[in-house]
């Protein structure tokens, strides 16, 4: 598991991994609560995630699984397939959290070699890095440089990650 400074944040990175492979591979199995605390509903998607890699079934999380689940979820952030914005009525920003604020920084992450950003981290909590990246990339996109992603940010981050080569 990654260095983090404690139990409870190892947890909910990986619980975050689960819920995203789950989710590009449409794998319900995956999808647990991201809650910090490691529960039966955490143990059976380990379990399901070494069924389908052909890893020990053991449920628990050793270095062998931590490392597939990354190098899985790697792969799904390199493969670009195009974003589709659901847009929602409430915007992401400084001290948000969840899922809206993962796929916003997987975004970022895939269009870090275009625009001068920099590295954003895929944890899913809209921190000072998301933002300077969020207003990096509008005053690219020609938007204003709010640090939050409200729509038409949304609309211009799915434009420019849907159009990479």
Excluded: H, K
Excluded at 126 to 153: H, K, M, S, W
């Amino acid at each position: 598991m990654p260095n983090l400074s404690n139990e409870r944040e190892r947890i909910e990175t990986l619980q975050r991994m689960l819920c995203m492979l789950g989710a590009a591979w449409g794998e319900g199995c995956l999808t647990v609560p991201v809650c910090g605390v490691w529960n039966e509903a955490t143990e059976r998607a380990v379990r399901a995630f070494q069924e389908m890699r052909c890893l020990p079934v053991t449920g628990l999380c050793g270095r062998e699984t931590w490392d597939s689940v990354v190098a899985c979820c790697s792969e799904e952030e390199e493969r670009r397939a195009p974003v589709f914005v659901r847009i929602r009525e409430t915007e992401a920003g400084p001290g948000d959290e969840g899922d809206a604020v993962l796929w916003l920084q997987l975004i970022l992450r895939g269009l870090e070699a275009d625009c001068p950003f920099g590295s954003v981290p895929a944890d899913g909590r809209y921190g000072a890095e998301t933002e300077a990246a969020v207003r990096c990339f509008q005053r690219i996109a020609g938007l204003p440089e709010t640090g939050r992603a409200d729509r038409p940010t949304w609309l211009a981050l799915a434009e420019a990650y849907n159009g990479m080569g």
